[in-house]
């Protein structure tokens, strides 16, 4: 007898439906998987004739077939043991066709018949919703519970399973409560009231978060670069729920979820350490996985001690910050991960460490000060909006601390003013489809970054007498208009350029 299971595989981030045809027929015992499968599918014969052998059913000793449909779409993971061992038993009469007819089935077997959870669970709920139910493990239930418009059918075992199918055991669509999710408040351990002085600093990355710019940050060892990175997701907007639904996507892919964390609610950060390869940044591999970019989607990638990457690495970096995607093409498919994040690298000013520090000598020659900071291409530096000088922090301000009664300003109080920037720029692009200033395009320039005649006088003598390159160009007018915003205002102001323009470091003649 022939039956028909529906399934579902991921390809990169997203889903696709597969049908798994088992046909049962006389011959020789043999048990074959077509329909490209990999080796961890081609396995699942082991794992569903164990899991049948040892939970009471009996194994078909006859000519077993199972195809994959559709062929040429590779399958990939260890989901589609709970659907093979199913079109195994409705082929056997066991069950009847009508009781998969409407319901997708995934899930891993283990040898005594138990189900565990399997990455990217989220894509294949978001696939299959309005349309389908889903029956999975019981450890995936609350992850795809997420998706509004589903029925989820969380079991345990494979008995189990077989008996909800049959109509014979009763299992309560799983719920998840997704208010509460978002509900929950972000963790205050890392906020910008612990960084005392540092102003200028301070200023430059919530500007940075008001408009979505990559940052680069100059400075010796100890002044505060990475502490001040670290907190930069605390000053950044809330997530939104689409938000959350593509960053768990993500996660789950790469099996960072736990089950008591279904949803990715906080923005992430990921802090890479340089040694890392560019399979592991940007993603791929043998196994195509996503990397770095991709799980800081919609939060921040912090790269410490930039020029110590391989400089291949870094330079992997530049389609996925232009286009938010990572495209990864293989002889079997081509796969795109998201990966629009806030790109915040830090290096200092030389080997040592110490070029144009007040307190300590430079040891370094002008050449090695060229060679190191030259690791940085200059593709990539087009891409860095704020360059951002960082210098040591005197101990008399470490000591008094800034602010009002020696306490430096909130990240909650800084959150809401880079909440209210972002809302004027969701505001003034929603017919453009992008969201914040970092992703204005040069037409987009054009249209909202205009100019009065101070500030294009302004503007044409920095571009002169600092030796602004025209790649410069676009990003002080992009930064310009989200200090704009910040201060409410309509129209870039003279002001506002001015401060565009000083966090433009790197780009002044001679400093590279």
């Given amino acids: 007898m022939l039956a028909k299971v529906t399934s579902a595989v991921l390809v990169g981030v997203e889903a696709y439906p597969v049908e798994v045809e088992v046909d049962i027929g006389g011959g020789l015992p043999q048990f074959s998987v077509v329909g490209l499968p990999d080796a961890i599918v081609r396995e699942s014969r082991d794992r569903v004739r164990a899991a049948l052998k040892n939970t009471g059913f009996s194994f078909p000793v006859k000519k077993i077939t199972v195809n994959l449909a559709p062929a040429g779409l590779k399958k990939e993971g260890s989901g589609l043991d709970l659907p093979i061992a199913i079109g195994i038993l409705v082929a056997e009469e ?6 998969v007819a409407g319901r997708v089935l995934v899930g891993e077997l283990s040898l005594d018949g138990r189900l565990k959870p399997i990455p990217g669970i989220l894509s294949i709920g978001l696939t299959c919703r309005n349309t389908h139910s889903l029956v999975l493990p019981a450890g995936n239930a609350a992850e795809a519970a997420v998706v509004e418009g589903l029925a989820v059918y969380p079991v345990h075992t494979l008995p189990e399973a077989v008996e909800f199918l049959d109509g014979r055991c009763a299992v309560s669509p799983a719920t998840v409560d997704r208010e509460a999710l978002f509900a929950v408040p972000p963790a205050e351990d890392e906020d910008f009231r612990d960084v005392q002085g540092q102003d200028h600093a301070k200023r430059a990355l919530e500007v940075a978060a008001a408009g ?11 002044s505060g670069k990475t502490m001040l990175a670290r907190r930069l997701p605390g000053i950044l907007p809330p997530m939104e729920q689409a938000e959350a639904i593509e960053t768990t996507q993500v996660h789950s892919v790469a099996g960072l979820l736990t089950g ?17 390869s560019d399979a592991g940044l940007i993603g791929g591999g043998t ?52 990966a629009r994040v806030m790109l915040v690298a830090a290096m200092n000013p030389c080997p040592c460490g110490y070029y144009g520090d007040r307190t300590r000598d430079c040891v370094c020659s002008p050449n090695q000060v060229r060679k190191y900071r030259a690791r940085l291409s200059g593709p990539l530096l087009d891409r860095l909006d704020i360059h951002l000088d960082v210098p040591p922090v005197p101990v008399r301000e470490l000591t008094q601390g800034s602010g009002r009664e020696g306490q430096a300003e909130s990240s ?17 692009y929603r017919q453009d489809g992008i969201y914040s200033n970092a992703q204005l395009k040069p037409r987009h320039v054009k249209k909202y970054c205009v100019l009065d005649q101070a500030g294009r006088e ?45 966090y433009r470091s790197l780009d002044r003649r001679g400093d590279l």
């Fill in 94 to 99: 066991r069950l009847k066709p009508d009781a």
């Fill in 212 to 222: 979505g710019h990559n940052v680069l940050m100059i400075g010796p060892p100890g």
């Fill in 260 to 276: 008591g964390n279904p949803l990715v609610t906080t923005r992430p950060f990921r802090a890479p350490h340089h040694s890392i």
């Fill in 412 to 428: 909650v109080s800084i959150r809401a003013r880079v909440a209210a920037a972002r809302a004027r720029q969701a505001a003034r």
């Fill in 287 to 338: 196994v195509p996985r996503p990397g770095e970019v991709s799980l800081a989607h919609h939060g921040v990638l912090f790269l410490d001690e930039a020029p110590e990457f391989k400089r291949h690495v870094l330079d992997g970096l530049r389609q996925p910050l232009e286009d938010g995607t990572v495209a990864l093409t293989r002889v079997s498919a081509s796969l795109r991960y998201p």
């Fill in 458 to 502: 302004l503007l044409e003598q920095a571009m002169t007498r600092l030796g602004f390159s025209a790649r410069a160009y676009g990003r002080i007018l992009r930064v310009a208009r989200t200090i704009a915003d910040l201060a409410g205002s309509d129209r870039i102001e003279k002001g506002h350029l001015a401060e565009a323009i000083q």
